[in-house]
């Protein structure tokens, strides 16, 4: 399962997975950030809020990820992994490769930084 949660006047989607990740969680996920992106040029920011990484719930479920990254990173200015988990930790320097926004880890205790570095004009 993958919360989300859009704060509108902020522009910022925040995701929180909760067990493994299934396809219809992306699709979910995409008709939120859709709607706001009707509205608006871009995303501010995304925030990905994991203790850890779930994996998927099946093949469908990484295809569906793989699609939303691929619909939408060019419209997301801002990525922020806030996790302790050491596999998170090194997720900007492998997104930077696949992914037009910048993408910083921030310690789970650093959530307000993380909010605040994702307000900051991109």
Do not use: C, Q
């Not at 850890?52 to 719930?57: C, L, N, R």
């Not at 921030?106 to 959530?111: E, G, I, L, P």
Request: proline share 2%.
């Amino acid at each position: 399962m993958l919360e989300h949660l859009l704060d509108e006047r902020d522009g910022i989607l925040t995701v929180k997975p909760s067990g493994r990740l299934a396809a219809e969680d992306f699709a979910a996920l995409a008709r939120v950030a859709d709607a706001y992106l009707e509205r608006n040029d871009a995303l501010t920011g995304l925030m990905i809020d994991a203790e850890a990484f779930p994996g998927w719930e099946d093949f469908a479920a990484l295809l569906s990820h793989l699609k939303f990254v691929r619909e939408h990173h060019r419209r997301i200015k801002k990525v922020a992994a806030l996790s302790d988990s050491t596999i998170l930790k090194i997720m900007p320097h492998i997104a930077a490769h696949f992914v037009r926004a910048e993408v910083r880890h921030f310690a789970t205790a650093r959530r307000a930084t993380a909010l605040d570095w994702l307000r900051e004009a991109a």
